[in-house]
Nanobody, 121 residues
């Protein structure tokens, strides 16, 4: 059983930046981020391969968000720039099987509890 713990959420003005972190208690393969805005379904945001060389993004965040990982620290990051009000959501870290990063992290094995990001306009 792997536990995922997110951090870095908070309140930021539109146009600002935040960096989310997700620390895993054990080894993981593909990892990524999802988000859920109030009244909406959870949606895929970004994913990264175990090596860190394969990264995938939802169209809505492409060019603004960057996902990366540090396997020595069992941690994945989400750098969020040029934030918009519509980015407001609870952001969830997720870990999936090998190769899932290219399939929007299908088949998630583990979820974090989430961290709230609020972007004020």
């Amino acid at each position: 059983q792997v536990q995922l713990v997110e951090s870095g959420g908070g309140l930021v003005q539109a146009g600002g930046s935040l960096r989310l972190s997700c620390a895993a208690s054990g080894r993981t393969f593909s990892m990524g981020w999802f988000r859920q805005a109030p009244g909406k379904e959870r949606e895929f945001v970004a994913a990264v391969s175990w090596s860190g060389t394969g990264t995938y993004y939802a169209d809505s965040v492409k060019g603004r968000f960057t996902i990366s990982r540090d396997n020595a620290k069992n941690t994945v990051y989400l750098q969020m720039n040029s934030l918009k009000a519509e980015d407001t959501a609870v952001y969830y870290c997720a870990a999936g099987p090998p190769g899932a990063e290219s399939r929007r992290l299908a088949g998630v094995n583990y979820w974090g509890k989430g961290t709230l990001v609020t972007v004020s306009s």
